[in-house]
C-alpha cells in the first residue's frame, strides 16, 4: 500500500508540475523602480499592442502570469511613458522568464534567467548601445576631419557585430531579424559579364526584394514596422506602383506563397494586401482586388474568416470582376424625369459618362458640378453622353434632386437625368452601388468599360488626353 501510495504520489508531482508550465510567467524586477503599473506588449506589422498588465509589489517587481498563448515575436515591457520601455524576445522557447535590471539602465544592466534568446538578445543590444555612445561622444570631441575617419571605423565595427552574430546564431531571432532588414545587392552584370539594362535590374530587385526576409516565420509579422511593414508597403507603394495588374499579380502571389508555411504572416500579408487593393483610388487596380479573393478567399485558404465573411467577400469579387475595365458594361434601361425611356446601350455618341449619385451625398453636392463643368467643356470635342441616375428615388429626395439640377444648371440634352425607381435590373447590385458617386465612362461602340472611380480632376485629365489622341489619329488620317 505504501509502495503504491508513493507511486501516485510521485505521478500526482509530475502531473502538476507539468501543468504549472502551461501558459507563461514572466517576472521583471527593476530595482528602484517607482511606477505603479508595467505593460507587457508585442509589435504587429505597423502597430503595438497590450498583451497583459502586472502591478508593482513596492520593490520594483513585475509579475505577468497567464495561460494565454504567446506567439514568436519581438515584444516589449513599458511604463505608458514615451521611451521608456525595453523589448525582448520570445521565440521557441517556454515564456518562464526572469528579467533583473536597474532603474537608470533598463537595457544595459539587464539580466536574464531561462531565455538563451535574450541573453543573446540583450549581449547584442549593449554591444551596439556602446558603439554608438562611443561614435556620439566622439561627434563632440573630434575635429570634423578626424571624426568622419572615426566614423567610418565605428560603422565597419558596427556591421561587424551584426554579421559575427548572423554567423554565431544563424537561429536566433535577434540574428533572423537583423538579416531581414538588409537590402539586396542589384548586380550591374549578369554571370556571363554581360551589363544588365535598368529593367533589368529592376526586374531583379523585384524579384528578390524579400530574399533576406524569412517570411516562412511568424515571428516576422511581430516585429517593429521598419523590419516587416515598411518593407511590404514600400514594395506595393513605391516599385509596384504604377505597374499593370497583369504584374502586381504574380509578384504578389510569389510574396503570399512564401509565407504559407507561417500562418500568421499569411493571414497578415493575404488580409493587408486585399484590404489595400480593395480602398484603392486606381481604376485598374480593382482586378488586384478580384484576384487576391479569388486565389486566396474563395479558394478556402483564409482559415481566419468566418463563411459569411467570405461569401460576401467573394460575392463582391464576382461583382466587379463584370465591372473592370475593359469589360462590357451591363445594360441599364431607366426613365428620365418626363418619363422617356433611355438605354445605356443606345446612347448617342461616341462615350457615355455613367453617373449614380444624390444631392442627400455630401460628396455628390461636391463633385457632380465639377464633373458637369468638364463634361460640358469635352462634350462636343469628345461627341459625349451621360446617363446619370437618381440612387435615391424616394418622395423626399426627388424634390431636392429638381431643384438641385435646377440650382446648379444642368440641362445639356446630352446629359440624360433618369430616376432609379424603375429600372430593367437591379442596378444597386449589378453595379455594386454601396457608396455614392460611382462615376464610369463607356466607349459607345463597343460598350465596353474605358475608365471608373473618376473624379473631376482624374475627368478632366483623361479627356483632355482622348482629345489629344483623337487630334493625332485625325493628322495621321489625312496628312498635309
Known sequence: MKRTAFIFSLLFVCISSVSARD?????????????????????????????????????????????REFLPGLYFFT?????????????????????????????????????????????FQRANARLYSDLEAAKHE????????????????????????????????????????????????????????????????????????PLDDDFIVRTPRMVFYQKVMDYVDKSL???????????LDTLIDRSEPAPEVFKWLVHTLTEKYLQSNIM?????????????????????????????QVERANRWERLLVGREAPELVLFDTLRDVHSLHHMPGELTLLLFWSPTCGHCRDIIPALYEVFEEYSDSLDLSAFAILTEPDENTVP??????????????????????????DWREVYDVNTTPQVYLIDNASRKILAKKL????????????????????????PD
Open 23 to 67: 501558459g507563461y510567467k514572466i517576472t521583471l524586477q527593476i530595482d528602484g523602480n517607482k511606477d505603479s503599473v508595467m505593460y507587457l506588449g508585442y509589435y504587429y506589422g505597423k502597430d503595438t499592442r497590450v498583451a497583459d498588465t502586472a502591478f508593482n509589489n513596492g520593490k520594483g517587481k513585475f509579475v505577468f502570469q497567464g495561460t
Open 400 to 425: 431636392k434632386w429638381k431643384k438641385f439640377l435646377a440650382d446648379h444648371h444642368m440641362t445639356s440634352p446630352r446629359w440624360v437625368n433618369l430616376n432609379g425607381g424603375e429600372a430593367n435590373v
Open 142 to 213: 573630434l575635429d570634423s576631419a578626424a571624426y568622419v575617419q572615426y566614423r567610418q571605423k565605428a560603422v565597419q565595427s558596427i556591421d561587424s557585430v551584426k554579421y559575427d552574430l548572423i554567423e554565431r546564431y544563424p537561429d536566433m531571432m535577434v540574428a533572423k531579424m537583423i538579416s531581414a532588414t538588409q537590402e539586396i545587392e542589384v548586380p550591374k552584370a549578369d554571370s556571363a559579364g554581360v551589363m544588365l539594362s535598368d529593367r533589368q535590374r529592376f526586374e531583379y530587385f523585384l524579384a528578390h526584394n524579400f530574399d533576406y526576409m
Open 284 to 312: 485598374v487596380y480593382d482586378e488586384v482586388y478580384v484576384h487576391l479573393i479569388q486565389r486566396y478567399y474563395a479558394t478556402g485558404k483564409a482559415f481566419w474568416s468566418s463563411p459569411s465573411f467570405i461569401d460576401e
Open 455 to 478: 473624379n473631376a480632376t482624374i475627368f478632366r485629365d483623361l479627356c483632355g488626353m482622348l482629345v489629344r489622341q483623337k487630334d493625332q489619329r485625325k493628322s495621321t488620317t489625312n
Open 241 to 251: 506602383h504604377g505597374m499593370p495588374p497583369a504584374m502586381i499579380c504574380p509578384l
Open 79 to 123: 511604463n505608458g511613458r514615451p521611451n521608456e520601455y525595453i523589448d525582448f524576445v520570445i521565440y521557441h522557447e517556454e515564456p518562464f522568464f526572469q528579467f533583473h535590471t536597474e532603474q537608470d539602465h533598463w537595457d544595459m544592466s539587464m539580466r536574464v534567467k531561462g531565455s538563451k534568446q535574450n541573453e543573446v538578445f540583450f549581449n
